[in-house]
């Protein structure tokens, strides 16, 4: 099939890293497409995918029509794109893209550890809803994120976020290296004080951690009862608070 090219994407350039054509657990109440974007600026233990999806590079010519002629295939069976990653928002050319899938009638979501909240801020005209990741309360971001600085950056993006009407759940992937039982409720607790009311915990997966080392079982890590019972207790404290995984 030939591209099929907007007004929106003549110039766009985003490298592809992978596309799930329908995910409905991506956006919620949406039967979404998922595009990933390639390259991440930050370099989590327990990261899957960078490794998997590779360095950060320009996009190529020819890859985002490619995936917008699959998308406007696919009219009728999804009414939503999200953009994963990596981290999307590394990607100057999002809000082009963004606004081609809104010129083909779809919701557009983001997952998006906020490290560019110049981009989101630009974005988010164009969004419907966002997934930010909440690694860790102030400095222990940085810790995990195994970057430098990004917390600060982190905190825009989530005050940008709680200041706009764009529904919006912070998510924290939850590895034992990185936190104990009370610094999870601790970081919990400062995003409910912040504002946040939809919470996701998700415990991370061990098989292919870009850290070897968090493939590896932590010896004291909380028992699941625990985990189950500190999310109870947050309840009371967010509209939704989910344990994922
Ligand atoms: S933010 Fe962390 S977990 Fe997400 S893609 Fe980047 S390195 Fe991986």
Redesign the pocket.
Known sequence: MMPLLTTFDAEIRLPIAGFDARDDHALPGKRAAVVHLQG?????G?????SR?GPARRGMVGEWEAIESLLAARGGEIDAVVFS???PTLHADLADAADACRALGLAVGLHT?G?YPERLEHLLPRLDWVAL?A?GRGADFDRI??RRGIWQRHARSLSLLLESDVPFECRT?VHWRDFTLEALERLAMTLADCGVRRYVIQPARLERC?DPAYCEPVDDAPSREALETLVRRLRRHFTSVELRG
């Open positions: 991440c600026p930050l370099a989590c327990y990261c899957e995918t960078a999806m990653g990596g981290e550890a490290a990741d690694k994120g195994g992937t870009l």
